[in-house]
């Protein structure tokens, strides 16, 4: 015994790793509590973001704000959008992002970023704020938390119209 608290020397290694590895996992833990949303936080931030200059606010809550008008056509529910976009949470952490145009089912995505595409026209790029009651709610989705407001840059790079089938419906 040299000292070292009963403990023999071959030992020390794992023990300070699993110290360190508790204390890591401990970190993370209250990371992810200080990080999770709530109701009234996104009710909070969405409240003050609406008086931002330049932010638009649709009736069913969608906010957003027009950094590049444009001037092509504007999808519909039935048409496929062709964009570029950068998903982040209010506090800038990243969640997706295009790295190439993505053709994108307007009526396949959640509904505030239907809703956004929906205003857009060909060649705009918007910023949209998306409240939880647009967006995936009380459901914690991969990266995005419950409860979180979702902030997308979004360039309309084109619409692809749906072709009608022989029945006259769309594909």
Do not use: C
């Not at 209010?90 to 145009?101: C, H, I, L, M, N």
């Amino acid at each position: 015994m040299s000292g070292t608290g009963g403990v023999s020397s071959p030992h020390k290694p794992f023990w300070i790793g699993v110290l360190v590895g508790a204390l890591a996992m401990a970190a993370l833990f209250t990371a992810v509590s200080m990080f999770r949303a709530s109701p009234a936080a996104a009710s909070a931030f969405l409240a003050k973001n609406r008086h931002a200059e330049g932010v638009r606010e649709t009736a069913s809550g969608l906010q957003y704000k027009v950094l590049m008008a444009g001037a092509g056509a504007r999808p519909t529910d039935a048409d496929v959008a062709v964009v570029t976009y950068r998903g982040t949470l209010v506090d800038g952490t990243a969640f997706d992002e295009s790295r190439r145009p993505v053709p994108m089912p307007v009526a396949g995505v959640i509904p505030g970023f239907a809703e956004g595409l929906k205003l857009m026209q060909t060649g705009a790029r918007y910023r949209l704020w998306i409240g939880p009651d647009l967006g995936y709610g009380s459901r914690a989705t991969g990266p995005i938390p419950a409860h979180s407001v979702l902030v997308f840059d979004v360039d309309l790079v084109a619409v692809q119209r749906a072709t009608p089938n022989l029945e006259g419906r769309p594909r």
